[in-house]
């Protein structure tokens, strides 16, 4: 199947700086990357959704200022966290689906695990 | 908004058992995802089901979606602590063509 690499899986940083996450398709193009958040005992839940070439869609809750999405070619999405703070402490992994292809299953990442000191 | 429900939320089961994992949609199913993931790692995509009545299996897990597509149901046979993990069905009714996911069903198996 398709690989979607994302780095780091795991970084720890201090309250106030901002910290950056890949997300790469390694083997097809993804116009479209999801981003997600989970917490401990509840469901994924969507944070954005990135476009390639345009401005990301926020749900509802999620402060774009403070969670920066840039996808900036067709097999790389990022997200920034700035200015973090420890309850910015989370699971974070995206997810990608190939161009031009229904009904196929989303691929995710390893998962970034963020920890704000 | 749907919403998905699975169940049990966590399970022991002594190795070589079978067992069963339950994911209930508050909507029609379109496209029902199966996904395996450990603590801390990224989901492994397990099987993916559409249409009513749709049954498939990888090695000893199967999965079915019901005939009127609101439920689905994963099972494991003679489960092996290999299986140990947290199992999410996903389905696909986000408003952005995302995927909207259960809260899990954590799975340990005992040797």
């Known amino acids: 199947g398709a690989v979607v690499s994302q780095h780091p899986s795991r970084v720890i940083c201090k309250s106030g700086t901002s910290v950056k996450i890949e997300c790469r398709s390694l083997?097809?193009?993804?116009?479209?990357m999801f981003w997600y958040r989970q917490f401990p005992k509840k469901s994924l839940m969507l944070m954005a959704t990135?476009?390639?070439?345009?401005?990301?869609?926020?749900e509802q809750g999620v402060e774009k200022d403070k969670f920066l999405i840039n996808h900036a070619s067709l097999t790389l999405s990022t997200l920034t966290v700035t200015s973090a703070h420890p309850e910015d402490s989370s699971f974070y992994i995206c997810?990608?689906?190939?161009?031009?292809?229904?009904?196929?299953?989303?691929?995710f990442g390893q998962g970034t695990r963020l920890t704000v000191v | 908004s749907q919403e998905l429900e699975q169940s049990p939320q966590s399970l022991i089961v002594q190795e070589g058992k079978n067992l069963t994992i339950n994911c209930t949609s508050s909507?029609?199913?379109?496209?029902l995802y199966w996904y395996k993931q450990k603590y801390g790692e990224g989901l492994i995509f397990l099987m993916m089901?559409?249409?009513?009545?749709e049954e498939k299996s990888h090695e000893k897990i199967t999965a079915k979606l019901d005939e009127k597509k609101q439920q689905s149901s994963l099972h494991i046979t003679a489960s092996q602590p290999s299986h140990a993990g947290i199992y999410l069905c996903?389905?696909?009714?986000?408003?952005?063509?995302?995927?909207?996911f259960g809260k899990g069903t954590k799975l340990s198996v005992k040797p």
């Open positions: 089901l559409q249409k009513g009545g």
């Open positions: 083997d097809f193009q993804a116009t479209t």
């Open positions: 909507k029609t199913l379109y496209g």
């Open positions: 990135s476009n390639e070439g345009s401005k990301a869609t926020y």
């Open positions: 997810s990608a689906r190939p161009r031009g292809v229904k009904n196929t299953e989303a691929f």
């Open positions: 996903g389905a696909r009714g986000g408003s952005q063509g995302n995927l909207i």
